[in-house]
């Protein structure tokens, strides 16, 4: 199943993402589940976070933003809880700036990603 068309925003700015994380298992036994995120607040996620995403096999990648974060420091805390790191080669140069309803009621294929 590939859902890239689906992919908006950071998931890790989501109170229910070990939940969403467990979800997507359950529901989908086999293959890759990849968290896609730009790392940013991977760190401040609690070792909850991390064994969740270590026993229910999700994969993080990391999508290579010109922002400031120490990839190695990220790197360590997932081989600690033996979490597969992934990253984007190339940097991201381009951005997509679309119209987002913050209070989730609006229709999401306005926006033109979809």
């Not at 890239?4 to 359950?26: D, Q, S, Y």
């Not at 086999?30 to 760190?43: A, E």
Request: aromatic share 10%; charged share 15%; hydrophobic share 40%.
């Amino acid at each position: 199943m590939n859902s890239n068309n689906g992919c908006v925003g950071e998931p890790l700015l989501h109170p229910e993402i070990i939940n969403f994380m467990i979800t997507a298992r359950k529901n989908f036994h086999t293959g890759t589940i990849l968290l896609i995120t730009n790392g940013i607040l991977l760190l401040q996620q609690s070792n909850e976070f991390w064994q969740v995403a270590h026993d229910y096999r999700v994969s993080i990648f990391l999508t290579h933003y010109p922002v400031n974060i120490d990839i190695s420091v990220i790197r360590n805390k997932a081989r600690q809880f033996e979490v597969e790191i992934r990253c984007s080669d190339e940097p991201v140069n381009n951005f997509i700036k679309s119209p987002v309803n913050l209070s989730g009621d609006g229709n999401y294929k306005i926006t033109g990603l979809f």
